[in-house]
């Protein structure tokens, strides 16, 4: 497991459908070390701190082995940091990966929190209006850590499991109950037994068992 690049980059302003759009999904590879803080790396940030950022997302990390696929369904060379993330992870794929996991990386000490929600500006970015959708029904969407120790991270560190979360609640089965098998409530009260889970996340499904449908942000 490694750190295939490491991507930071502040909020610009893009036009989208005749309006001025701020985002931070236009990120860029750093050649040297970058600080790791509580809420984000340093140099990066989010435009949009109601839906992105904060302590649970403070890391936005998407596996490498999704390029492929997606450069072939799209038909384009998406280049680096295409999903907006902050780390692009080698031999960490949803399915392998569970909530409450946690990993050093390089001097970091980090813990995975929730499956990213891919949002309207990952299709802005890469001009494919559905790809949004596209991206959460195939299950390749990524997932968030929160930091549990600042520290310098390398472009090209190792990764290494320090604790796996008891649970065994992958990203991947998060995101088919999530987006697919909404209403099945014994699997929605084992992931709400994960400790790790995210505030938003959680709050989302115990709306959903109280007979309030809804979807995350």
Known sequence: MKVVALNIGKPITVEYNGKALTTGIFKT?????????????????QADLVNHGGEDK???????????????????????????????LQGMLERDIHIGDIYQ?????VQVSQPRE??????????????????????YTGYYFRVLQEGWVQPNS???????????????????IMHHDKSNKEAIQQILAVEALSDSWRKTFHKRLAGIETDIK
């Not at 590879?29 to 990066?44: A, H, M, T, W």
């Open 158 to 176: 190792e990764v290494e499991l320090i604790e796996k979360d008891g649970n065994q609640i992958s990203i991947q089965f998060a995101n088919n």
């Open 105 to 109: 990386v390089g001097e970091a000490v």
């Open 29 to 45: 590879p750093s050649l040297e070390p970058v600080f790791l803080r509580k809420l984000n790396f340093e140099g990066d940030g």
């Open 58 to 88: 403070a890391v936005c990390a998407y596996p490498y082995e999704h390029y492929a696929y997606w450069e072939q369904t799209i038909n384009k060379d998406l280049g680096s940091s295409a999903f907006g993330e902050n780390l692009t």
């Open 118 to 139: 891919p949002c309207f500006k990952v299709a802005k970015k890469h001009g494919v209006s559905d790809l949004a959708l596209q991206v959460q029904n195939t299950g």
